[in-house]
């Protein structure tokens, strides 16, 4: 049974959107899937078709109370399974800090379940939390989805420390499977950079002893497509509400690479939202050639014209400069006041 855990700590960049549609494509393969949702927003619960809340038991009872996996699982459609989540999920962090071996529950957890299935897909919540951990340490194998963006590229050095100290102390078996970069834009000089980068940044490291030493960036791209932001909203995988979509096609795609089969050379499918441009330069065999000709149509009556009234020319205006002194006021003189009056003094001298 492969194990993989979905994850990048930088939230947007299509966890949920690829552990669903890539686990939907392994199923169509015949191939038994589990998809297990750690992720508080439960998003994956809802791609999926289930009420968070309303579907009986989530990953909280299991991760708190020790519930097996096998009460909690729904099936969805043929081969796929899900064992959803809920938004209490976000408690469990804080209950599982005074548990002893708190980051290997989910291991001991999916232990029963080897036999059952052929693929186990973790969706990660967008943080390096407890949760988060329990994926690393019950994983084998990471798949890392990232958007063509300075960022994102920043944000995976950071990852990708974490995944070595969990491999080095935790996990020895833990490793990088690849990159999966989604929302690509080929026409775009960006996207095109990072893949490059993203290339030569593990094709250097090949002799390393590092988990990511085996790591390779997916040929499979997933290009922008609206049908996958759509199908969420109707519960559906894009297999099913989408099928000849370009989103259908890349997952499809990315399906085949993970299995190890040979991906066959894409080619472009007219989709609903991408119609094909199609200019006509020559005639078409089938059409009716117009004659042109240069004969006059038959004269049409034309209304009778108004008479045009001649009317005066309109004087030319003149622009008369104003006297100035009608249009600065005189400043306001205030009359000087009368100097005081000079007192007349007296002295009178008394005399004894």
């Known amino acids: 049974m492969r194990r993989i855990a979905v994850l990048n700590q ?70 796929l399974d899900v064992c959803g989540s809920h938004i209490d999920l976000a408690a469990a962090e804080v209950e599982l800090i005074s548990m002893v071996g708190r980051e290997m529950i989910l291991r001991d957890l999916m232990a029963p379940e080897i036999k059952n299935y052929d693929y186990v897909l ?59 970069v989604c929302m690509y834009e080929s026409g775009t000089r960006l996207g095109t950079e990072v ?60 399906c085949l690479e993970l299995v190890g089969l040979q991906v066959p050379e894409r080619e472009e499918i007219a989709t ?15 059409s009716v050639p117009v004659a042109k000709t240069t004969q006059k149509p038959e004269s049409v009556k034309q209304p009778e014209q108004l008479p045009i009234v001649s009317r005066p020319a309109p004087a030319p205006m003149v622009y008369q400069r104003p006297d100035i002194a009608q249009v600065v006021p005189k400043p306001h003189v205030m009359a000087p006041k009368p100097a005081p009056a000079e007192r007349e003094t007296s002295w009178t001298f008394v005399t004894e």
């Not at 963006?149 to 990088?176: D, Q």
Request: charged share 25%; hydrophobic share 40%; glycine share 6%.
């Open 10 to 79: 930088k939230g947007g960049v299509g966890k949920t959107t690829s552990t669903v549609n890539v686990a939907a494509a392994l199923a169509r393969q015949g191939k038994r899937t589990l998809v297990i949702d750690l992720d508080p927003q439960a998003h994956a619960t809802l791609h999926l078709g289930l009420m968070p809340g309303r579907s009986g038991p989530s990953m909280y009872e299991s991760l708190t109370d020790n519930l097996p996996l096998e009460k909690i699982k729904k099936t969805v459609a043929p081969n």
């Open 122 to 180: 973790m969706d990660c919540p967008p943080s390096l939390s407890v949760l988060t951990l329990n994926a690393l340490c019950g994983a084998g194998e990471v798949l890392i989805p990232l958007q063509a963006h300075f960022l994102a590229l920043h944000g995976l050095s950071k990852l990708l420390e974490t995944i070595h100290l969990v491999s080095k102390r935790v996990n020895r078996e833990l490793k990088v499977a690849g990159v999966v």
């Open 195 to 254: 893949v490059e980068d993203l290339d030569t940044f593990f094709d250097k490291r090949r002799n390393n002893t590092a988990p990511w030493a085996d790591a390779k960036v997916f040929k499979s791209k997933i290009r922008r497509n609206i049908r996958l932001a759509e199908a969420p909203s109707f519960g559906q995988s894009i297999f099913d509400y989408s099928p000849t979509s370009r989103g259908a096609e890349d997952y499809a795609s990315l």
């Open 272 to 286: 609903p939202d991408d119609p094909p441009l199609i200019i006509k330069t020559e005639p078409d065999e089938d």
